[in-house]
T-cell receptor, first 111, second 115 residues
Framework: QKEVEQNSGPLSVPEGAIASLNCTYS??????FFWYRQYSGKSPELIMS????GDKEDGRFTAQLNKASQYVSLLIRDSQPSDSATYLC???????????FGAGTRLAVHP | DGGITQSPKYLFRKEGQNVTLSCEQN?????MYWYRQDPGQGLRLIYY???????QKGDIAEGYSVSREKKESFPLTVTSAQKNPTAFYLC??????????????FGPGTRLTVL
């Protein structure tokens, strides 16, 4: 079992729809959870961080964390073609000062 | 502007040659990291450093070396012992003691190709 698992996709959604990206992790002691967006040929860009159970909203993005189920998700509302990218989930323990990255989910938003 | 810079953007290496990738940050971050990304794959940790003059091996350190003589700089050397170095190399930094957890910020990357 991989430490951080994501569906590789591609996840294809129409413009204006909600894109739902999922991530599961194996370390029950994980404390910090991040979503990065990576455009083709570019470096990852941090878009969301979440540390406690529940939802965290930032503009069109909502991160959801369920530590009991070891599950974190990212919702993108009103998806735009410019959201087409690979989304990386990263998980870590603050004391370890390292993150474990999933392989990413490729999102394609079509007009 | 605060940020992380990496140079060069593209690098070509001949067989048996050592090359050094540069990473500089002016964010005053204590921790710095080197990752390797292969096509269609996630990030794999090569080395990381939490403080000046100290660094630890990551998951795939063989064939690589680093130094951390200054807080701002964390160069990575890809040695001839690394048999398959063609990849996208990413440097990141974080500030674990500023209350923001361990979120990491990335430089633009260096794409290394072996000829």
């Amino acid at each position: 079992q991989k430490e951080v698992e994501q569906n590789s996709g591609p996840l294809s959604v129409p413009e204006g729809a909600i894109a739902s990206l999922n991530c599961t992790y194996s370390d029950r002691g994980s404390q910090s959870f991040f979503w990065y967006r990576q455009y083709s040929g570019k470096s990852p860009e941090l878009i969301m961080s979440i540390y406690s159970n529940g939802d965290k909203e930032d503009g069109r993005f909502t991160a959801q964390l369920n530590k009991a189920s070891q599950y974190v998700s990212l919702l993108i509302r009103d998806s735009q073609p410019s959201d087409s990218a690979t989304y990386l989930c990263a998980v870590g323990r603050i004391s370890y000062n390292k993150l474990i990255f999933g392989a990413g989910t490729r999102l394609a938003v079509h007009p | 502007d605060g940020g992380i810079t990496q140079s060069p953007k593209y690098l070509f290496r001949k067989e048996g040659q050592n090359v050094t990738l540069s990473c500089e940050q002016n964010l005053n971050h204590d921790a710095m990291y080197w990752y390797r990304q292969d096509p269609g794959q996630g990030l794999r940790l090569i080395y990381y450093s939490q403080i000046v003059n100290d660094f630890q091996k990551g998951d795939i350190a063989e064939g690589y070396s680093v130094s951390r003589e200054k807080k701002e700089s964390f160069p990575l050397t890809v040695t001839s012992a690394q048999k398959n170095p063609t990849a996208f190399y990413l440097c990141a930094s974080s500030a674990p003691r500023d209350g923001r957890g361990n979120e990491q910020f990335f430089g633009p990357g260096t794409r290394l190709t072996v000829l």
